[in-house]
């Protein structure tokens, strides 16, 4: 398990209550391990994590950061169906190396590197749509890693 696995358990029920299943890594279905696909609470004990509305990895995206969901509506869900989840690797793990276009959300910040592992020249993008890798004013459509920038306030 590597250190960017993190743990994630869902619970059937509202208020981490009836059957759960914990997840350590990527989960690709949960009914494979045996669980329904009705999630009513999630506790993320450690990571930050996507989950999605669908088996293998597909459908609505929801991100989870470290905390306690006693509901659906606290993670922006329409209703109680999850079907898969991974653990966000802070850059790690990415498997596209061109990013031609993006889009932030929310009022966070985040750091492109051009090489893995956090090396390399950086840009910072924040809220916004950039239509080209030109819009955050990089050489090349190059991103091989990516983290968040916390504390920046």
């Not at 966000?88 to 893995?116: F, R, S």
């Amino acid at each position: 398990m590597s250190q960017y696995s993190g743990k994630i358990t869902l619970y059937e029920g509202k208020c981490f209550t009836g059957r759960k299943l914990e997840v350590c890594g990527s989960c690709g279905s949960f009914q494979d391990r045996g669980f329904l696909n009705r999630v009513n609470s999630i506790c993320v004990q450690s990571g930050a994590w996507v989950c999605f509305d669908h088996p293998n990895f597909r459908g609505q995206q929801y991100i989870l950061e470290h905390g306690e969901y006693p509901d659906f509506y606290r993670w922006n869900g329409h209703s109680d169906h999850l079907g898969s989840c991974r653990p966000i690797g802070m850059g790690q793990g990415w498997d596209k190396t061109c990013i031609n276009a993006l889009k932030v959300y929310g009022d966070g910040a985040w750091v492109l590197y051009e090489e893995p592992n956090y090396r390399g020249r950086m840009y910072l993008v924040e809220r916004g749509e950039f239509g080209n890798f030109g819009a955050w004013q990089a050489r090349g459509a190059s991103v091989q890693s990516l983290r968040r920038v916390i504390n920046y306030f």
